[in-house]
């Protein structure tokens, strides 16, 4: 709160309070608040004049202690009400200079009691801006409609334009869009025409006349606001963000933006309209075409192209701030606001594509949702909150002394010594410490994330030798010595790949901009390679990548601008080209690469599950953007899990354990997309049962690898669907679904299933989420895609073959019923305890076993198939089947669990298998799956030379015949 001494007060200040005491018959209450009065106007003349201009204004605020409360819109909005109806719009030409007078002696009262109460501390910073962006918003709002209004009133206008619907926008941009006005700011607007018919689908005449109205009606709106008057302005409208600039029409229709945005769109355009606003006209109308221009905005990739283009931008600013008259300005100076407006919207545009929840016009809040998804770190953040709210004090401060607009700070002693006061410190040197500690924090971070381009320049190597060979690869030797020198023996063969791909049409095609990326980064490509034992291999496979991306130039400046972390991605494919293969096909995921930290550490099923719904509540709503998104979580997942397994080597069953809970977790989110899908439609189905009614659910059986928590990289997912819906006939079991448009329960499971596999299986721009097969469910592929649970029992018990009940054992229940999971889990014990003849299960098993053998004899004598030859994983497999299958009924631990590891250490448990037995096979059995996963990352097949595994393979056969052919006799 501001306290002057008396001393400073002359007594030019004190006869203007006496005379306005005077004029109001020497109100108490003014002369209460003398002090206070009296130190705003030091602080202040634009207030003084304000207050000598409208005593009873003073007196008012004074009276009613408004400087003590906060007006929100509603407030403003009565106040300017106020003003338009006292001002008849079919009056007189008069009227206009009237709207004029009054607007501005309304500014001027606002404005004087904002800054009034910023001054004293009455408010914060967030309030002041937000009171001076509503302000601006009613007033354009109601400027708008009286101006519309006063042109049709007028005796020229003819029917045709009083018949006219007000068909204007207004879009606010810059620091109004944000909500972050400051004193004395300029307005940055675009005005736009809702309706394209009115200017096209009407006669010539009468389409000529449309223009001209509305044309009209918005340079009346810029006049009413702007025009400089003996009582100043509102606000200066600035129109120059609309398309084409000042040669462009000043109100262009919706459809002529778009399409401007389409082929002549500019990145610096697409940041000027990151906060664009509508703040007049069809708020409607404007909200949707915001809506279909956000692809412009936003890419839907990751956007690292944009930092380019930031940069560049604000190198024009860096060189306009090196001034000698901008060295101390508070908005383009070093470490300025503009800076820290740079630092939040470069991760907007970056990330805004594919996070919808960063589309944040405000700076402070786009802030705090960066350190929310962990894109900037929270001391960062904390640090450049506090420096904005510092600078956009000091920044109101400079200008509502004197209502004027500047950003330079006083080099004046006498004006530096006013500016401390009004900012509530006792000298210069304090104010002037403080605004260098918070512009160095923020330049500093600026630095760090967005370097200027000769900075980007000094490269922590040399690559100008590489520079030069790319840019020269048609100088065969010149370019071999630079090669031999680093990579020797390979220089022949990468020069030649070199310059296939420079000369290729892929390359040749690129637009400058691209082309220009693409030289930036060779360079750095090719000196990278040097840090790794293999570099031919990484050369090969990234090249391959090079040849995906190269097009799409977005990607080449994210490997620019992460150049220090590169070796990251050059490692992973270095070691399994299935990664490698995976980046070419998904080349998003070289951004989750680039970001991971080094543990490559992949989340638990519930973080997981944590994640992908956080993930999906920021995209945009419709079908074809979910089964994106679940694509591209699905595919950062196994990246990380792949990188895990390759760099940390992790133990197969946590892989295995991570790449099935993924799978759950898509399955499940799909599931659930797809109920609330078709329940909008038809209502939710309901069935009734002993005269209750419920709310029927799904459960999904995931059989095989997925059951037993065994995936491997690719797998299928073999599913069985069930619901606990009773009843067929909807007359007398009431199991039809709820809505308008009703359908019976069975259609709206099997719809259910369709469209989660649609969603899971169907092939997209990001490829599919997983291959699913449903042939394990009741009756196999003659059978309904989803049945009853009471059906399935009822299969299972009296149809199902052997082999049926087999693949139950690695069967687990998906479903977030707990009555439904244990009903299957009740189901499942009922079938595999039945009481079988041991020696019948046996045969059984080797009659399958041998028919598989036969149908895979393709396989070479000097080969060994891990998976499905004599002495691999199935048969192992088997093995444990077999004793689920003959004994459960004498120990039911042995079929609680679904994977082979623990369904061996409970047969050990209850005597069915000594321990070093289930070790043996354990050991064996993990050293098979682990080899699998490797040769998975590796792209090759699932067979080795005989050799490999010879004594693996001697022990389960050993086993093999020992448990299957003579245990039972």
């Not at 002529?256 to 355009?269: A, K, L, M, N, P």
């Not at 069935?687 to 299928?716: A, H, N, R």
């Not at 721009?765 to 699913?772: L, Y």
Request: net charge negative; with cysteine; proline share 2%.
């Amino acid at each position: 709160m501001l306290k002057l001494p008396a001393e400073t007060i002359s007594s030019k200040f004190h006869q203007d309070f006496d005379a306005i005491l005077d004029e109001l018959n020497s109100d108490a209450n003014i002369l209460k608040h003398k002090d206070e009065v009296l130190a705003i106007w030091y602080a202040s003349p634009f207030i003084k004049r304000v207050c000598i201009s409208q005593p009873k204004w003073l007196q008012n605020i004074l009276a009613d202690e408004q400087l003590h409360v906060d007006y929100d819109l509603e407030k403003y909005r009565q106040l300017l009400t106020t003003v338009f109806l006292n001002v008849d719009s079919v009056d007189s030409v008069d009227s206009v200079e009237m709207l004029q007078q009054q607007l501005r002696q309304l500014r001027a009262a606002c404005f004087a009691r904002i800054a009034w109460r910023d001054l004293q501390q009455y408010t914060s910073v967030q309030q002041t801006l937000n009171e001076l962006s509503i302000f601006a918003e009613i007033c354009a709002q109601e400027t708008l409609q009286w101006c519309f209004e006063w042109h049709q009133s007028q005796p020229r206008a003819n029917d045709f334009v009083k018949g006219l619907r007000q068909n204007i926008v207004i879009f606010a941009l810059g620091k109004l869009g944000g909500e972050e006005l400051n004193f004395s700011s300029d307005i940055d607007i675009v005005f736009a025409c809702i309706d394209e018919n009115a200017l096209e689908d009407v006669g010539q005449e009468q389409s000529a006349q449309t223009i001209e109205f509305y044309l009209k009606v918005v340079q009346l709106f810029i006049k009413v606001l702007s025009e400089q008057t003996q009582d100043g302005f509102v606000f200066r409208v600035d129109t120059r963000l609309r398309p084409f600039g000042n040669s462009g029409t000043l109100l262009p229709s919706f459809l002529s933006i778009d399409q401007y945005f389409q082929t002549h769109g500019r990145d610096w355009e697409r940041y000027a309209w990151m906060k664009a606003r509508v703040i007049a006209g069809d708020m409607q109308a404007g909200e949707k075409f915001l809506q279909e221009i956000t692809p412009f905005i936003y890419r839907r990739y990751l956007d690292y192209g944009a930092m380019q283009s930031l940069r560049e931008m604000k190198t024009l600013i860096d060189t306009k701030a090196r001034q000698d008259s901008a060295k101390e300005n508070l908005k383009i100076g070093l470490g300025g606001i503009r800076e820290i407006e740079f630092i939040a919207q470069m991760f907007q545009l970056i990330y805004g594509g594919k996070d919808s929840s960063l589309r944040i016009r405000s700076t402070l809040q786009a802030l705090r949702q960066l350190e929310v998804q962990g894109l900037l770190a929270a001391d960062w953040v904390n640090d450049l909150t506090i420096a904005y709210l510092f600078l956009r004090k000091a920044e109101n401060g400079l200008q509502l002394r004197e209502d004027q607009q500047t950003h330079s700070l006083p080099n004046d002693e006498q004006q530096q010594l006013h500016y401390a006061y009004l900012m509530t410190l006792s000298n210069w040197q304090d104010f002037y410490a403080e605004y260098k500690k918070h512009t160095s924090i923020v330049n500093n971070i600026y630095q760090s994330l967005l370097k200027s381009d000769d900075e980007v320049k000094k490269e922590t190597f040399d690559k100008s030798e590489f520079e030069r060979l790319w840019m020269q690869i048609d100088e065969k030797e010149y370019c071999l010595d630079i090669l031999t020198k680093s990579f020797v023996d390979d220089a022949e063969y990468i020069y030649e790949q070199l310059k296939q791909f420079s000369q290729s049409s892929l390359v040749q095609k690129l637009v400058p901009l691209a082309r220009a990326r693409l030289d930036n980064f060779m360079p750095i490509f090719l000196q990278q390679l040097l840090q790794f034992e293999e570099p031919l291999t990484v050369f090969n496979r990234f090249l391959k990548i090079l040849k995906k991306i190269a097009q799409r130039s977005t990607y080449i400046s994210l490997l620019i601008e992460n150049k220090n972390k590169l070796a990251k991605i050059f490692q992973l494919i270095q070691t399994s080209p299935w990664i490698s293969q995976y980046l070419a096909t998904h080349p998003l995921l070289l951004d989750e690469i680039l970001s991971m930290d080094d543990t490559y550490e992949p989340p638990g099923m519930i973080e997981m599950q944590q994640q992908l719904t956080t993930y999906l509540a920021n995209i945009d709503t419709g079908l074809e953007a979910y089964m994106e998104s679940l694509r591209e979580f699905k595919h950062s997942q196994a990246i990380q899990i792949a990188a895990a397994d390759v760099v940390e080597n992790y133990p197969i069953m946590k892989v295995s354990d991570h790449l099935s809970w993924l799978a759950e977790t898509c399955i499940k989110n799909a599931l659930q997309y797809a109920y609330y899908e078709l329940v909008d439609k038809y209502g939710e189905p309901r069935c009734v049962l002993d005269k209750q009614t419920y709310v029927p659910e799904v459960l999904i059986v995931e059989y095989g690898k997925l059951g037993g928590l065994e995936l491997g990289y690719g797998s299928d997912l073999d599913i069985v669907f069930l619901h606990n819906s009773v009843g067929e006939n909807c007359e007398t079991s009431g199991g039809e679904t709820t809505g308008s448009k009703k359908i019976h329960n069975d259609i709206f499971f099997t719809r259910l299933v369709q469209r989660t596999i649609h969603i899971l299986s169907t092939v997209t721009a990001g490829g599919k989420v997983f291959d699913t097969d449903l042939r394990l469910r009741p009756h196999g592929e003659s059978g309904p895609i989803i049945c009853s649970v009471n059906a399935y029992e009822n299969y299972l018990i009296n149809d199902a073959w052997l082999w049926e009940h087999q693949a139950l054992v690695r069967a687990r229940a998906v479903t977030n019923s707990d009555k439904l999971h244990n009903e299957f889990v009740r189901i499942r014990k009922k079938v595999l305890c039945q009481t079988r003849e041991v020696n019948e299960v046996q045969s059984a098993i080797i009659e399958m076993r041998n028919k598989m053998l036969d149908a895979n004899q393709a396989s070479s004598n000097a080969d060994f198939n891990i998976k499905k030859d004599e002495g691999g994983v199935i048969d192992i497999e088997f093995i444990v089947q077999f004793f689920v299958l003959s004994y459960s009924n004498k120990y039911p631990k042995i079929c609680e669990y679904t994977d082979n590891v623990r369904i061996l250490d409970a047969c050990e448990q209850v005597g069915l298998l000594d321990q070093h037995n289930v070790e043996e096979l354990k050991e064996i059995y993990l050293k098979y799956r682990k080899y699998l996963h490797q040769l998975s990352l590796k792209l090759l097949p699932e067979t080795v030379e005989m050799s490999v595994f010879a004594n693996e393979r001697s022990v389960v056969q050993k086993y093999w015949a020992s448990l299957l052919h003579s245990l039972a006799t």
